[in-house]
């Protein structure tokens, strides 16, 4: 079935520092890959997102990039700030208009903490 | 624009009672999906819907768990004769019905605890 691997689970950086976070897709028929944030007792929170047909997309010091070979897609964060701080989910869907399959498949989560 | 809105935020319930959860989508969304976040776990699909349609249940327990989304008024999923195991957080997001706005939101959901 469907499965998106993230990894690492927790990672710790120094404030002003980049942080990467890494995920693997086993559907090739996924097309949409949006990246959430959740902070605690919070929702997940969209950051950014990238279809299928883009290889990479930046949105001021968050970026993401898509290897569809691969199927690898990557999370990056430049100047990471203390509220930076927070469980980041990948997720990936084979979204169509109308579908049946537009649902998201969410990785495990990785948490960062930026240190001051 | 008021985002997706989830009610209520916390609900107890003892083992054994029903649990009704309410999700108003945003404004100009027909896509529903339902979200359980276990503590310290991702979050785990169980069923998406669109207006008065459930398109996708597969990821929900196959028993005492319903979810509808009619003509009017807001989704609900509903949880009958709770056990402790269905303790987590549940949400909801909405997105519209066009390929080139496929972004989905999340509401701050509702925490369900069973005692």
């Known amino acids: 079935g469907e499965n998106v691997e993230q990894h690492p689970s927790t990672l710790s950086v120094q404030e002003g520092d980049s942080a990467v976070i890494k995920c693997t897709y086993s559907d090739s028929a996924s097309n949409y890959f949006p990246w959430y944030k959740q902070e605690l007792g919070k929702g997940p929170q969209l950051i950014i997102d990238i279809r299928s047909n883009v290889g990479e997309k930046k949105d001021q010091r968050i970026a993401v990039t898509l290897n569809k070979t691969a199927k690898h897609f990557s999370l990056h964060i430049t100047e990471t700030q203390p509220e930076d701080s927070a469980v980041y989910f990948c997720a990936a869907s084979n979204w169509a208009s109308g579908g049946a399959t537009n649902k998201l498949i969410f990785g495990t989560g990785t948490l960062l903490a930026v240190q001051p | 624009n008021a985002g997706v809105m989830q009610n209520p935020r916390h609900l107890v319930r003892r083992r054994g009672q029903e649990a009704r959860l309410r999700c108003s989508p945003m404004k100009g969304h027909s896509h529903v999906y339902w979200y359980r976040q276990l503590p310290e776990e991702g979050l785990k699909f169980m069923v998406y819907?669109?207006?008065?349609?459930?398109?996708?249940e597969s990821g929900m327990p196959k028993e005492r768990f319903s979810a509808e989304f009619p003509k009017e008024g807001p989704s609900i999923l509903r949880i009958q004769q709770v056990v402790r195991g269905d303790s987590a957080a549940y949400f909801c997001a909405s997105s519209r019905a066009d390929r080139r706005r496929t972004e989905a939101f999340f509401g701050q959901g509702t925490r369900l605890t069973v005692v």
């Open positions: 819907l669109q207006k008065e349609n459930i398109i996708d």
